[in-house]
């Protein structure tokens, strides 16, 4: 399946997400690390040091961390993806709670 950019008709980028076993993103783009963290698969993050800022590179540590995504050289040995879950990134419920905090909500 090819789809260009540009093309007529919708883009096939978030049914491939959401129907994908597990995803492998590189890690230069903000956008393409966090909507990949919004499907609950795993989430492997290619970030050779080239291709990495220090703000993409805080992002993957929080990804990291937050348990959503993982390194693609954690891979184990065998070079096959693990099947593990996370819950899906929803960073407006997250907001949501911080306003109603700081509001007394």
């Known amino acids: 399946f090819a789809f260009r950019w540009g093309d007529e008709g919708e883009n096939p980028y978030f049914g491939f997400l959401g129907s994908a076993d597990a995803v492998i993103v590189t890690g230069d783009s903000v956008s393409m690390c966090s909507e990949a963290c919004a499907v609950p698969v795993p989430v492997y993050v290619y970030a050779p040091p080239k291709l990495t800022t220090r703000k993409h590179a805080r992002l993957h540590q929080s990804l990291f961390d937050g348990g959503y995504a993982r390194p693609l050289e954690s891979l184990n040995e065998s070079g096959k993806l693990e ?12 907001i949501a709670a911080e306003i109603k905090k700081r509001f007394g909500l």
């Open 83 to 94: 099947n593990w879950e996370h819950p899906p990134l929803n960073a407006a419920t997250a």
